[in-house]
């Protein structure tokens, strides 16, 4: 992978899932219970496209690709109601409080773009209340009125940087993000890329991000510009 240029930036935004929370995984155990009711299975090839979509598009997907002889809304009912008995307790990414802490003690403005729907967020976050307060807002994509598109739609990230009190330019921008609709979601909206991938992806699907990282734990700020950490 050809290494790109780096550019100095003065805001962050941040995904959720598969990111800063380990529910990725949850998700997928979820989806394929769902269609394993069904006797169909679930493929990784269908995984890797919801990744990173808003919760209606998701189930669109799924229902179509896997053939589930379900209604959108019914998919959703038993997705929502499956979610809310596995998401109240999920464990923080490796690398995720560090640099939100980071990022927080050095003024440095934080947003949050996830697909998620508000009250999602609230459930997955209930035991990180401290983390997630740093964020100097959130926007959730699956019930924000202003968000049209989902991801690999721009408008999230578009949406994010607009809501910074000094409203950045784009370029100025520094996202952060696991899947590959996240990271063309990113790049559409002129901003560079940090992408902490599933391990399972292939090259070729992470090539697009600005910088492919093992985790959090390996992000070097100075290198955008930002203040370095001092631990």
Not at 80 to 97: I, T
């Amino acid at each position: 992978m050809a290494k790109k240029v780096l550019r100095n930036v003065t805001h962050c935004i941040f995904d959720m899932d598969g990111l800063l929370l380990d529910t990725e995984r949850i998700y997928e155990e979820i989806t394929k219970q769902i269609a394993a009711s069904f006797g169909r299975p679930y493929p990784e090839a269908t995984r890797f496209r919801v990744m990173g979509t808003t919760e209606e598009r998701s189930a669109e997907i799924v229902i179509s690709e896997c053939n589930l002889p379900i209604s959108l809304n019914d998919f959703l009912k038993r997705y929502s109601d499956m979610c809310h008995k596995r998401l109240g307790n999920v464990p923080l990414l490796e690398g995720a409080a560090r640099l939100l802490r980071h990022l927080h003690a050095n003024k440095v403005p934080f947003a949050l773009a996830t697909s998620s729907g508000a009250d999602m967020v609230e459930l997955k976050s209930t035991h990180h209340k401290e983390l997630f307060n740093l964020f100097n807002h959130k926007v959730c994509g699956s019930t924000d009125a202003e968000v049209k598109n989902g991801k690999p739609a721009p408008d999230i990230f578009l949406v994010a940087a607009g809501r910074f009190g000094d409203t950045p330019d784009p370029s100025k921008c520094l996202v952060f993000e696991d899947s590959p609709n996240g990271v063309t979601a990113g790049e559409s909206a002129g901003m560079q890329v940090i992408m902490v991938p599933d391990p399972r992806l292939s090259e070729e699907r992470c090539s697009h991000a600005t910088q492919v990282l093992r985790s959090l734990e390996d992000f070097k700020p100075e290198q955008f510009g930002l203040p370095p950490f001092s631990d």
